[in-house]
């Protein structure tokens, strides 16, 4: 593919003169790169990336603050820009053919919105994403509160996976494979943070890190360990706990959720510390810190929760109806059927034309809503998973509580893991107008069926 000499025009012009990278205002341009990957040895991968590393630029603002990005797509396919889990405009959600029209290559398009929220976001490709995420198209968009934590470090940890060919160097595959799609997902051959497989921290002894992890993974779930660390989980998907949680057991973290952590560093110079994952039934090392030095004897008390973000309070919860959506399809199960693109189709129909899962009824998006509102309403859908595998499903827009079978309300969240043959019920005051994507966060699964949507007016 090459660079059109509009593209680069484009891109001269609207690139802004010594703009500091990862500040509040200034262009996002989707371009492809070349990065080192694969462990040395390896050829270096082509990717699509944002302004030219993998993953894109940490864009940070302040709390309450107006957000502006151009995005200059200097790639050669239609892309748009999602900002994963901020309460944002319907205008500006980045949702091609929803929200906004795919930018072709050459164009551009102005982002501009306020952050109600501080918390620990993402940003991300929303026009096949299956493809343009795995290529690389991601980045951490971290929203800041007035007074941050008493930490000695910030740190973002974008967790990822990549499927890449050994011999060539290259994203293995086709990005819509049918094999995949119809069972757990595109998962990878190589995981790491930041872009890093072997992703490396310093620290000393007894110095305390917040640690901002986001699973940006096509479709693996990382089942998280501390080692040489004792930690508190003090936000999910951006959104404070109200009460500080020790870090007891495994942090599990579906595609596209968060969690920040706030950690001291227990081990003593030279013991291994880091953040491992599960494998198989072991664990390996996907970050490391190496403790050199100690920044003091004792290690401190526990953290004091972060201040809450705004919420609108869940009333009239008792009388609002339930909606229920179910998931269906998918390699084991499959289903008799479903709508999609207007008429009913039965299951090898379906298959014939790469599609594997339905949510209530429909693959993909329809004409209509899954659910229609009115502003300020409270919705509560049961997220029923018939199908053989887990599903991590995610709200544009608004953020839920999910609801226990004796009436107790989960944390809020954007993303909610749904194993398989389980249901979860969320609940939600329908308080951001516009038209919302509910939609599996395996990306190959939106893809292929698991995309819906809700209309607040
Ligand atoms: Cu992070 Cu519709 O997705
Ligand atoms: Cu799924």
């Not at 990717?47 to 995005?71: E, F, K, M, N």
């Not at 809503?369 to 595998?389: M, Y």
Request: proline fraction near 7%; glycine fraction near 12%.
């Amino acid at each position: 593919m090459t660079m059109t000499r509009r593209v680069f025009c484009a891109a001269l012009a609207a690139a802004p003169l010594a703009r500091p990278a990862g500040a509040a205002e200034g262009a996002l341009t989707a371009q492809e790169a070349t990065v080192q990957l694969a462990p040395k040895g390896y050829a270096a991968t082509r990717i699509w990336s944002y302004d030219g590393t993998l993953p894109g630029p940490v864009i940070r603002a302040g709390q309450g603050s107006h957000l502006r990005r151009r995005l200059i797509n200097a790639l050669p396919v239609p892309t748009s820009v999602h900002w994963h889990g901020i309460r944002i405009d319907n205008a500006m959600d980045g949702v091609a053919g929803l929200t906004q029209q795919a930018v072709p290559p050459g164009g551009s398009f102005d982002y501009a919105f306020d952050l109600p929220d501080a918390g620990t976001f993402w940003y991300h490709a929303h026009t096949r994403s299956m493809e343009q995420v795995a290529r690389g198209l991601s980045g951490a968009l971290i929203v800041e509160e007035a007074t941050p934590p008493d930490v000695d470090r910030d740190e973002v940890l974008l967790i990822d996976d990549w499927l890449l060919d050994p011999e060539t160097g290259q994203f293995a595959g086709d990005f819509s494979n049918p094999m995949m799609q119809s069972h757990a997902g595109r998962t990878g051959n190589l995981e790491g943070i930041n872009g890093r497989h072997d992703f490396t921290l310093s620290a000393r002894q007894n110095e305390r890190m917040r640690l901002r992890l986001i699973n940006g993974a096509n479709a693996r779930i990382f089942a998280l360990r501390l080692d040489g660390l004792r930690g508190w989980t003090v936000a999910l998907d951006g959104m404070p706990l109200p009460g500080v949680q020790p870090v007891t057991g495994p942090i599990v973290l579906a595609p596209g959720q968060r969690a920040d952590l706030i950690v001291d560093v227990t081990a003593a110079e030279g013991s291994p510390a880091g953040l491992l994952f599960a494998v198989g039934d072991g664990w390996r090392a996907l970050a490391e810190i190496a403790v050199t030095g100690r920044i003091a004897r004792t290690p401190r008390a526990a953290p004091p929760p972060l201040p809450p973000n705004r919420e609108a309070p869940l009333n009239g919860l008792a009388d609002a109806p339930l909606r229920e959506m179910r998931i269906e399809g998918g390699a084991m199960r499959g289903m008799d059927g479903a709508r999609f693109q207007g008429r009913d189709m039965g299951w090898d129909e379906l298959v014939r034309n790469g599609r594997f899962w339905a949510l209530a009824g429909q693959v993909g998006l329809g004409e209509a809503p899954f659910a229609s509102v009115s502003q300020g309403e409270t919705l509560r859908i049961r997220l029923a998973n018939d199908t053989a595998f887990p599903h991590a499903m995610h709200l544009h827009g608004m953020h839920f509580r999910t609801l226990a079978a004796d009436g107790t309300h989960g944390p809020l969240r954007d993303t909610v893991l749904v194993g398989a043959g389980e249901a979860a019920e969320i609940a939600f005051v329908a308080d951001n107008p516009g038209k919302w994507l509910l939609h599996c966060h395996m990306l190959g699964h939106a893809a292929s069926g698991m995309t819906s949507w809700i209309r607040v007016a």
